[in-house]
């Protein structure tokens, strides 16, 4: 039962615009209690056997990804990488991280070297908008879910989601408030600090 909700999760499709195969993540449909072994199983069974042994990207969507609904923890992430057989390993040449949130580049940027090998961290691209993954790969090559898109347009609309300095629909319930005071009064000042 526990690998069937991976299906959704984990699928390889597509290739990028140097040939490689793409292995897609959501991150929102991610189940958080899930083992460890039943995502290293279903990785072993059906993804692995789909890469073979060439190079392969992976195209993980951030987007919606909340601590207590659907992710599983940083150190469940990073036993299951350390369970992929170095060969697998070796192949991954890039993995493009679509809609990071400023506390998931925060925590990357001071501990992804000490959770992940400097091989992984490397290979780490952040990707703010989905347009952004056209300079890679064809359009089509690989499916964006809706939400992911809906995500997209709204932060076109709304850039400062990008850094934290405005909340998303999710974790706000005034949505159309301002997430500072643009006001003349409070740009003098902030000019007078600078």
């Known amino acids: 039962m526990e690998q069937e909700s991976l299906v959704q999760v984990f699928k390889v499709q597509g290739r990028d615009k140097l040939g490689r195969r793409l292995l897609r993540i959501i991150g929102k449909l991610f189940p958080a209690k899930i083992t460890e072994q ?49 060969a697998i390993r070796d192949n991954l040449e890039a993995v493009y991280f679509v809609h990071p949130g400023l506390r998931s580049r925060l925590f990357l940027a001071a501990f992804g070297l000490l959770l992940f090998s400097s091989g992984l961290y490397g290979k780490v691209r952040y990707v703010s908008r989905v347009e952004y993954l056209w300079e890679r790969m064809r359009r089509g090559e690989v499916e964006v879910p809706e939400f992911v898109r809906e995500h997209d347009e709204e932060l076109e609309d709304r850039p400062l989601m990008d850094y934290g300095l405005e909340r998303d629909r999710l974790c706000s319930r005034s949505y159309d408030a301002p997430a500072m005071d643009i006001s003349a009064r409070s740009m003098y000042s902030l000019r007078r600090i600078s």
């Open 38 to 86: 039943a995502v290293k199983k279903y990785l072993e069974e059906r993804i692995f056997p789909e890469l073979g042994s060439k190079p392969f990207c992976v195209v993980y969507f951030h987007t919606n990804v909340r601590r207590s609904e659907n992710f599983p923890g940083i150190s469940t992430i990073r036993s299951i990488y350390e369970a992929i057989p170095a």
